[in-house]
């Protein structure tokens, strides 16, 4: 900290002599030690500008507002840089939202009258351009159509899609201006999907029994043909400024994240996601571990590459920069939670509610029943609720118990409970487990439930306690997590996973009716339900103001390792890490096939991986590795290094025979931190019939220091072939490669 406080100090001298280079340097120097200090970020940005490096300086200027977003002078100073490069109507924007956190910035008002009389000149022209780079969303719902493929009846997060895309297409059409698209994996586009086949598609998954499935896949077919023409969403995205949205989740989508860079590079674009919940880090043991798997590496990847993100939960928001932190504690990561306390009899008071007669083959005739809804599945213990129906049983007689109905498809880990009522016949009369079932009839079982009673380890929200809330039934839950958020002052809680506590809070409800009826009247007073519809808007408005922040973050915290092993496959690691985001990161563009446990093949053509390099490392001697994997035949390779545009050195040709494993070494001394690789596989080759077209195998790579034996040693006796070279000098896999200085 001395040597950060001197560092500082020698930055202020400088920028008191106005010698802003030298300022410049002790400043960033000083930002090494304490990333955190946003007002040196501001005056690294106006020694930058100072010294004519004014881009620079916007950038440290943006590195400042994402520690101090609503400060006014700050946005003004974003307006100056901005002005100085000739964008007159961002730096007009930066202006107002400088004068919208401060009205009383007079500075702000000058420069706004300034600008406003010069871009009047051309003010019928101005309009028209202003008009087509207008902000639109681009909602990506290809979770949503998965989905919808295999299950009639909407999730939570699918009814949360749902909900807030209709209301971006009817309500509020002129704040969103939206376009939905899909991801199809088979062709590797982007498909723009007709508002009107949305439409269509969110009125079959409301209609339940009144659309027959031979409809429901006309509409998929639909979705499936749908083929406008690349250039019409090429013209839409040159054209507006968008923020593509993602509601569902994308960590199932095969490059997800090379795709969205790939429009970065191309189009004006944020990315904007939604995040449910981070259960695979907090619960691991009530997932597949392939899914806690694929889920720390996609979210190793997410503080990379999003703008910002939402999500449905004061506590999926502290959850989420908890875990960022652990593994990125420089990053700023904008999350933003917003309450999912819709009202769901709002939202079904354009349709009829399904008569109570309609749900006796559910329920017997003239039973009571506590309703419980969720995924039949570990994490939501259902097992808790099964042993106290047990005990229940043995407390009181059969006839006053009441049928507990379990509504929800299997999931996860669900054997323990099952074989706990397979051993215990008495409960068959008193558990029902039901599937699905139409929101008509979900709405009509709430309504004649006793009460509701929902027990899980955790929740992103907890919807079905709203939806127990919005048709008046009492939710009895148990206090955790985000439930406490769903619940509120309306619902009555027991301690999590404590059957005692349950079995007394079950008992008062079941047996005094006198209580159950004063804490039920109770919750509809405090129950705090809004509409759909305020929702979507919230949603909406907080997405659009959601600033770029993305390439900051890439530009100030994106590194490649030196020298530790990157692999370039998916990984068995349970935990997030930088390390574990890199087969994402490095791998760049559209020419890669998708993670393997192995590795991942390039495309025929030239794949690229790019390697930002720290600081300390420029002007060093390098050395790179370059492990590969061949295909089913034998493949001609050109492989070549660049920094910044410009190529180092010539290419080198290799052939990589058939099922090899083979590397490549480069000695190079680098320039610049814009350091990358290209692979060029010419034609490539067949997998196989009905299997895909590839280039070459890709497994590992490293970069170390030239004179860093211990790495290299590391990486030579980590592979059998390259234990092999060590044994026996062996050079048959191995090439060293010297590339010159220029």
């Not at 520690?67 to 000739?86: C, M, R, T, Y």
């Not at 691991?284 to 806690?292: D, I, T, Y």
């Not at 079982?445 to 929902?454: H, R």
Request: hydrophobic share 40%; charged share 25%; with cysteine.
């Amino acid at each position: 900290m001395e040597d950060a406080t001197e560092l500082r100090r020698l930055g202020d001298q400088s920028r008191d002599d106005k010698r802003w280079n030298d300022a410049a340097t002790h400043y960033a120097a000083y930002l090494q030690h304490v990333p955190a200090d946003w007002p040196i970020w501001v005056q690294h940005g106006h020694c930058l500008k100072e010294s004519g490096d004014i881009e620079g300086g916007l950038a440290s200027y943006h590195r400042a507002l994402e520690f101090v977003p609503e400060d006014s002078d700050l946005n003004l100073q974003i307006g100056h840089a901005l002005k100085l490069l000739g964008r007159l109507e961002k730096a007009l924007e930066s202006y107002r939202r400088a004068i919208f956190l401060d009205p009383q910035n007079e500075d702000a008002k000058r420069e706004i009258s300034t600008l406003e009389e010069v871009l009047a000149k051309s003010e019928a022209e101005q309009t028209t351009r202003i008009a087509a780079r207008s902000t639109r969303l681009m909602f990506d719902i290809s979770d949503l159509i998965q989905y919808m493929r295999e299950w009639r009846v909407p999730s939570g997060i699918q009814r949360v899609q749902l909900n807030i895309i209709y209301f971006a297409l009817t309500e509020f059409t002129a704040l969103a201006n939206p376009i939905l698209v899909y991801f199809d994996q088979a062709s590797g586009r982007w498909i723009t999907v007709e508002s009107e086949l949305f439409l269509a598609l969110h009125n079959a998954a409301e209609s339940g029994d009144e659309i027959l499935e031979e409809d429901l896949q006309e509409i998929l077919q639909r979705l499936d043909d749908a083929d406008m023409a690349e250039d019409y969403l090429d013209a839409q995205l040159q054209a507006h400024d968008f923020i593509l949205v993602n509601l569902g989740t994308s960590w199932w989508v095969e490059n997800y994240f090379l795709k969205l860079r790939e429009l970065r590079k191309l189009y004006n674009i944020r990315y904007v996601p939604m995040i449910h919940d981070v259960i695979p880090l907090t619960a691991p043991e009530h997932c597949a571990q392939r899914l806690v798997e694929e889920f720390c590496q996609w979210f190793s990847t997410l503080p990379f590459e999003v703008d910002g993100a939402v999500t449905n939960s004061q506590w999926s928001a502290m959850d989420v920069r908890h875990y960022v932190a652990e593994f990125l504690p420089d990053a700023v990561f904008p999350i933003h939670p917003i309450a999912l306390n819709g009202d769901m009899r709002r939202d079904f008071s354009t349709r009829a509610i399904t008569a109570k007669d309609t749900i006796r083959h559910l329920v017997p005739a003239g039973a009571s029943f506590v309703l419980c809804v969720g995924t039949l599945e570990s994490r939501k213990n259902q097992l808790l609720l099964f042993r106290a129906w047990e005990r229940l049983l043995e407390r009181h007689d059969t006839a006053d118990v009441p049928v507990l109905v379990c509504l929800g498809k299997a999931g996860w880990l669900f054997d323990e409970a099952a074989e706990f009522l397979r051993l215990r016949s008495s409960l068959n009369s008193k558990i029902m487990l039901v599937s699905s079932i139409t929101d008509q009839s979900l709405a009509a079982l709430y309504q004649e439930s006793l009460f509701t009673v929902f027990n899980s380890f955790y929740e992103g929200w907890g919807l079905p306690v709203t939806e127990s809330l919005s048709f008046g039934a009492l939710p009895l839950i148990a206090c955790n997590t985000s439930l406490t958020e769903a619940g509120g002052r309306a619902a009555v809680y027991f301690r999590s996973d404590d059957l005692d506590d349950l079995c007394d809070k079950l008992e008062t409800l079941i047996f005094n009716v006198a209580e159950r009826q004063r804490q039920s009247n109770e919750a509809r007073v405090n129950a705090n339900l809004r509409d759909w519809k305020d929702i979507a808007r919230e949603f909406l408005n907080t997405i659009i103001a959601i600033q770029p922040s993305a390439s900051i973050r890439q530009a100030a915290l994106l590194r490649a390792p030196i020298g530790r092993i990157v692999h370039l496959g998916k990984s068995n690691a349970l935990a997030p890490s930088i390390d574990l985001a890199m087969a994402n990161l490095l791998r760049d563009g559209l020419n890669w096939h998708r993670l393997e446990e192995w590795g991942a093949w390039t495309t025929p053509g030239t794949a690229a991986i790019r390697l930002p390099l720290p600081d300390e490392f420029i002007g060093q001697d390098l050395l790179l590795f370059l492990r590969l994997r061949g295909t089913a035949v034998d493949t001609c390779i050109t492989v070549s290094c660049w920094q910044d545009d410009e190529r180092l050195g010539i290419p080198i040709e290799e052939v990589i025979g058939h099922g090899t494993r083979y590397s490549l070494v480069f000695r190079l001394k680098a320039h610049s931190p814009n350091l990358s690789l290209k692979i060029d596989a010419g034609t490539g080759s067949s997998l196989g019939p009905g299997d895909r077209d590839v280039g070459i195998g890709v497994t590992h790579l490293m970069l170390c220091p030239a004179d860093d034996t211990t790495a290299q040693y590391h990486f030579m006796n980590t592979f059998p072939e390259l234990r092999q070279h060590v044994a026996d000098g062996a050079r048959a896999n191995l090439r060293r490669i010297e590339i010159p200085s220029s």
